[in-house]
T-cell receptor, first 115, second 114 residues
Framework: AQSVTQLDSQVPVFEEAPVELRCNYSSSVSVYLFWYVQYPNQGLQLLLK??????LVKGINGFEAEFNKSQTSFHLRKPSVHISDTAEYFCAVSDTTGTASKLTFGTGTRLQVTL | DSGVTQTPKHLITATGQRVTLRCSPR?????VYWYQQSLDQGLQFLIQ???????AKGNILERFSAQQFPDLHSELNLSSLELGDSALYFC?????????????FGPGTRLTVT
C-alpha cells in the first residue's frame, strides 16, 4: 500500500523567513503527489500537484515543491512566509492504477508563522 | 469557495443514533468522495462514488453506508453511533474518476457523538 510520511508535526517560523515542509512517500509504482492546505475551520485546498514531467512544481500562494524519485521525497517550500500561511499542510499520494481514486494523506504539518 | 457544499455544518447526537450527512458536488463533477478526519486516525478515505456507482472503498465501517443519487448529490449514513465516530467528515468531488483529477473539498460536517 502507498503511504506518505510527514516528518514534522509542527514547524514554527518567523514571518518573511523561508520554510520547508518535508514529505516522503513509499511506493513501488509511479505515483501522483499532492500538497493540500487546511485553514482553521475550513476544508482542504489544493496547493499543488505532481503528475509527471518537470520535477519542480509551482503552486498557489508562492509555494513550490520538488519531486525527488531517488529520495522518494516531495518537500514543500516557500521562500518567504506570511502570517496568513499559518495553517495545517497535508501531503497526499494517489494510486495511478485503474480508474478508482483515493488520496492517502500524511499526518499533517502545522505551520505556525509569527512576527 | 470550492463549490462543494455539505450539510449540516455541525451535528450533535447521542450514542446509538443514526445520522445522514449530505454533499452536493461541484457543478459537472461526477465523482464524490468521503473522508473522515479525527485526531487519532488523521484523514482517512472512506468511499468513492462515480456517476451513481461505488468505485472505491477504504476504511469504512459496516455501520456506515453511502450512496450517490441521480442528481449526483451524495449522502453518508452513519448508524449505531459510538463516541469514537466523533470527527470531521469531508466530502470531495472531481470531474471524473482517475487519480490525476484534482479533488475539491467541501467545508466538512463536524459530528459530535455524546
Amino acid at each position: 500500500a502507498q503511504s506518505v510520511t510527514q516528518l514534522d508535526s509542527q514547524v514554527p517560523v518567523f514571518e518573511e523567513a523561508p520554510v520547508e515542509l518535508r514529505c516522503n512517500y513509499s511506493s513501488s509504482v509511479s505515483v501522483y503527489l499532492f500538497w493540500y492546505v487546511q485553514y482553521p475551520n475550513q476544508g482542504l485546498q489544493l496547493l499543488l500537484k505532481y503528475l509527471s514531467g518537470s520535477t519542480l512544481v509551482k503552486g498557489i500562494n508562492g509555494f513550490e515543491a520538488e519531486f525527488n524519485k531517488s529520495q522518494t521525497s516531495f518537500h514543500l517550500r516557500k521562500p518567504s512566509v506570511h502570517i496568513s500561511d499559518t495553517a495545517e499542510y497535508f501531503c497526499a499520494v494517489s494510486d495511478t492504477t485503474g480508474t478508482a481514486s483515493k488520496l492517502t494523506f500524511g499526518t499533517g504539518t502545522r505551520l505556525q508563522v509569527t512576527l | 469557495d470550492s463549490g462543494v457544499t455539505q450539510t449540516p455544518k455541525h451535528l450533535i447526537t447521542a450514542t446509538g443514533q443514526r445520522v445522514t450527512l449530505r454533499c452536493s458536488p461541484r457543478s459537472g463533477d461526477l465523482s464524490v468522495y468521503w473522508y473522515q478526519q479525527s485526531l487519532d486516525q488523521g484523514l482517512q478515505f472512506l468511499i468513492q462514488y462515480y456517476n451513481g456507482e461505488e468505485r472505491a472503498k477504504g476504511n469504512i465501517l459496516e455501520r456506515f453506508s453511502a450512496q450517490q443519487f441521480p442528481d449526483l448529490h451524495s449522502e453518508l449514513n452513519l448508524s449505531s453511533l459510538e463516541l469514537g465516530d466523533s470527527a470531521l467528515y469531508f466530502c470531495a468531488s472531481s470531474r471524473t474518476s482517475g487519480s490525476s483529477y484534482e479533488q475539491y473539498f467541501g467545508p466538512g460536517t463536524r459530528l459530535t457523538v455524546t
